[in-house]
């Protein structure tokens, strides 16, 4: 790999560590990864695109083009991408503010719609997979149907609004993230979609790393971030959504985590429901939310 790095980027790797199909190293004082491209290949102009756009105002990750001025390599069958990694981005709701606050050139093919589709779509591809698997895996089987449950209600939620709700200029399309499970700065992880996405996400993610200070932190965000009816509601639909147990359930099937792992969701049922009653609580602050039926047993005292 050494000698396709000098020859395609003119780059003198050093200290090149190999993990899976990714390769780490360093030159002058900076550090690279030579990692393997799995997104479509028609996206990656758009993606080069955006992330030359994106280096005038952040610092993110930069793409290197090799010495034919293309952003993608293609070594064998498979094609590979030079990064030039920046520092760590912290995931807090003042980044996601920044992020979502930047204009943005109009590229099509990097923005998300439907996700009530993509969401149906993905349920019926694990209800087949998990019936040809479900004696392989007795903790997805046991806690399957419950968060399949949680899927279809924000699948529902998510298709009234859109029916009884307009959309309004706080409505617009922003830098967002596929996974903000993934790094911040990784420009394969960018895309473009409502500002409630990165939310959603970290709303749930903060529940598992017991952030104390959500509230906080939602009050500071909402301040600056200016969020319509449906706005507001198209977050919740997100929220109710259980993307974090579908992580967790792919990497499983694909042998990445043991099923263990499942434990840590399914042992905090009672509290997570109970957490998203009180952003359920808080959020109606800002909107006349609908009413979620079996929420409503999830009354309890408590300060926001």
């Given at each position: 790999?050494?000698?396709?790095?000098?020859?395609?980027?003119?780059?003198?790797?050093?200290?090149?560590?190999?993990?899976?199909?990714?390769?780490?190293?360093?030159?002058?004082?900076?550090?690279?990864?030579?990692?393997?491209?799995?997104?479509?290949?028609?996206?990656?102009?758009?993606?080069?695109k955006l992330n030359i756009y994106l280096n005038n105002y952040l610092n993110i990750n930069k793409i290197i083009f090799n010495k034919y001025n293309n952003p993608l390599t293609k070594i064998?069958?498979?094609?590979?991408?030079?990064?030039?990694?920046?520092?760590?981005?912290?995931?807090d709701l003042a980044t996601i503010s920044k992020f979502s606050s930047i204009s943005l050139p109009k590229i099509n093919t990097l923005e998300r719609n439907?996700?009530?589709?993509?969401?149906?779509?993905?349920?019926?591809?694990?209800?087949?997979?998990?019936?040809?698997?479900?004696?392989?895996?007795?903790?997805?089987?046991?806690?399957?149907?419950?968060?399949?449950?949680?899927?279809?209600?924000?699948?529902?939620?998510?298709?009234?609004?859109?029916?009884?709700?307009p959309k309004t200029i706080y409505d617009?399309?922003?830098?967002?993230?596929?996974?903000?499970?993934?790094?911040?700065?990784?420009?394969?992880?960018?895309?473009?979609?409502?500002?409630?996405?990165?939310?959603?996400?970290?709303?749930?993610i903060s529940f598992f790393n017991n952030n104390k200070n959500i509230f906080q932190e939602l009050d500071n965000y909402f301040y600056y971030?200016?969020?319509?009816?449906?706005?507001?509601?198209?977050?919740?639909?997100?929220?109710?959504?259980?993307?974090?147990y579908f992580k967790i359930y792919n990497d499983i099937i694909q042998g990445i985590i043991k099923e263990k792992e499942l434990n840590k969701i399914i042992n905090n049922i009672d509290k997570y429901e109970i957490y998203i009653y009180k952003i359920y609580i808080y959020l109606k602050k800002y909107s006349n939310l609908p009413p979620v039926e079996w929420l409503k047993k999830r009354k309890t005292n408590f300060r926001l």
């Open positions: 790999m050494k000698n396709i790095i000098e020859f395609y980027y003119n780059l003198s790797p050093e200290n090149i560590k190999q993990e899976n199909n990714n390769y780490y190293f360093n030159t002058n004082n900076n550090n690279y990864i030579f990692k393997e491209y799995n997104i479509n290949i028609a996206l990656i102009e758009d993606i080069a064998n069958s498979n094609y590979y991408i030079l990064i030039l990694q920046s520092n760590k981005i912290n995931i439907n996700w009530q589709i993509l969401w149906s779509n993905m349920i019926d591809y694990y209800e087949t997979q998990i019936g040809e698997n479900s004696k392989k895996y007795p903790l997805i089987r046991e806690s399957f149907d419950y968060f399949i449950g949680l899927a279809e209600n924000a699948i529902s939620y998510l298709t009234y609004t859109k029916k009884e709700t617009n399309k922003v830098l967002s993230h596929n996974n903000l499970y993934h790094s911040l700065e990784d420009p394969l992880n960018i895309i473009i979609d409502h500002k409630s996405r990165d939310l959603a996400e970290y709303i749930k971030q200016k969020y319509s009816d449906y706005g507001i509601r198209v977050l919740f639909s997100r929220i109710l959504y259980p993307s974090f």
